[in-house]
């Protein structure tokens, strides 16, 4: 009998531990943006979307005064460390990357890197080290 609760009180605490996780990295899900971006000519703006594990970026970006390319993109997302997720995107031109997002408060750091360029002038959004300030939950 002894075997029994033992594995019991282990398979419990395992479940609780797994919750334990998933409640800690819940909240992502949220609106960012940065409607000052590129020093004022432009805006970016990104939506987390969460379902249990299921985590989903989308974002978009155009420059205020309407030239050039406005890319809309989005991709699967994964917790890859303490307040850190991980995504690959596609955008609306057909260009690809890798991005990092990373907590800072109440705000978001997100660092984009390209693997497949087919329209450049996107090129422009996707940078390092972006401050975006959180605009809604969702």
Known sequence: M??????LLAASLTILAGFTV????????GQYADKKFLGGKAVFQLT????GSAIQVSFDAAHNDAH??????Q?????SGK???EFKFEDSFGNAGTGTIKRAGDDIILSMKTTRVKEA????FYQ?????KRAGKK
């Open 2 to 7: 002894k075997p029994v609760c033992s594995f």
């Open 22 to 29: 998933q409640a800690a990295d819940s909240g992502w899900a």
């Open 48 to 51: 987390i979307e969460q379902s």
């Open 68 to 73: 050039g390319a406005a890319p809309e993109g």
């Open 75 to 79: 991709g699967a997302a994964r917790v």
């Open 83 to 85: 307040d850190t997720l």
């Open 121 to 124: 002038r996107c090129l422009v």
């Open 128 to 132: 390092q080290n972006m401050r975006l």
